[in-house]
């Protein structure tokens, strides 16, 4: 019988699959940008450039706009 796997933020990052996420989280963001604080992350989410939405304690970051901004979509 195999065992249930419990997926945390940290184990989902983790996972080797071939789909993209579609949130992740300010700190993730912040990596993924390249940024080596959140400020500059936030900076972008109030101006409207980058998309986000508060989900309980967290914010979630949308992906699809962070390679909007990057690639320069926006």
């Known amino acids: 019988r195999p065992q249930k796997r419990i997926l945390t933020m940290a184990s989902v990052?983790?996972?080797?699959?071939?789909?993209?996420?579609i949130s992740v989280n300010v700190a993730d963001a912040t990596k993924l940008m390249g940024f080596k604080d959140t400020k500059s992350l936030y900076r972008l989410i109030r101006q409207g450039k980058i998309r986000a939405r508060k989900?309980?304690?967290i914010?979630?970051?949308?992906?699809?706009s962070l390679k909007e901004y990057v690639e320069g979509g926006r």
Do not use: F, H, K
């Open 13 to 21: 990052a983790d996972l080797q699959t071939p789909y993209e996420p």
């Open 55 to 57: 989900s309980g304690r």
């Open 59 to 64: 914010i979630l970051v949308s992906y699809a």
